[in-house]
């Protein structure tokens, strides 16, 4: 039996397989392959297997997700699951008073991580948004949700000046230019430069202060576009895990099945 988990972001989506038990993550694609139902029916054309189930965690559009239901039962005759958020499950209990406005990428985060630690834990997202979720003896306690490094990249270089957002030439910091060249010396590397410092002290902070609430240090899991990146930048010990929502999907798949 095969099921094919997707999770669609902002900017990318991530597609894994499960063959029985066995868990495979098919890698990352551009949001375009899926923003019409063309384009969907071409994507989805590329997949050569036959799956049983499908599950989601979109935070796509409306209009998108239906365009991909009716792609997908075209091509399969499925009716996926989207995976919602919920007030508790999988040993993790939702800190919002309202569970439902939790997004579901973040839930779907704090399950996948669940399955690498029984411990406190936070998780940072870093992709168009950057969010950050705190979970201390099974009870989520909150988080933050702020611009993503691109997002805050992309708005300064639209109203200050016709650069390359992309930062490809800036050099990546370590512990010797940090201590003697970090500083740029020309606007786009003042920009790239300058904001990855103010998201990496943002995370820093955060990690900082709910560690000296918690008294006790916690794991740190990043995911998201900009995820590996960061966690080379922060204090203290972390682990980049590109498929955290997928995985978490599959958890939430796992424990529904044993009831």
Known sequence: MIDLLIDIGNSRIKLALVDNHDYEYLGAFP???IRSEASAHAFLQKLDFNPEHIYISSVANPAVEMELRTV???????????????ATCCG??????????????RWM?????????????????????????????????GGFIVPGLQTLRSSLMHKTAQLDE???TLEPISEVNREV???????QSAICGGTLYMVASFINQVIFDIQA???????????????????????????????LVLLGIFNVKENIKKG
Request: charged content about 20%.
């Open 181 to 187: 060249d970090f500083l740029a010396r020309d606007t």
């Open 31 to 33: 949001t375009t392959e």
């Open 166 to 168: 992309t930062c490809t």
């Open 72 to 86: 997908i039962a075209s091509k399969w005759n499925i009716l996926p699951v989207f995976m919602s958020t919920q």
């Open 213 to 243: 609430k918690l008294d006790q240090p916690v794991k740190v899991y990043f995911t998201g576009g900009d995820g590996q990146l960061l966690s080379g930048l922060i204090d203290v010990q972390s682990e980049y895990i590109e498929d």
């Open 109 to 141: 985060a704090l399950m996948g991580a669940q399955t690498f630690t029984h411990d406190s834990f936070i998780v940072i997202d870093s992709g168009t948004a950057l969010t950050v979720d705190s979970v201390y003896e099974g009870k989520h306690q």
């Open 92 to 105: 993790i209990t939702n800190g919002y008073q309202h569970a439902f406005k939790l997004g579901v990428d």
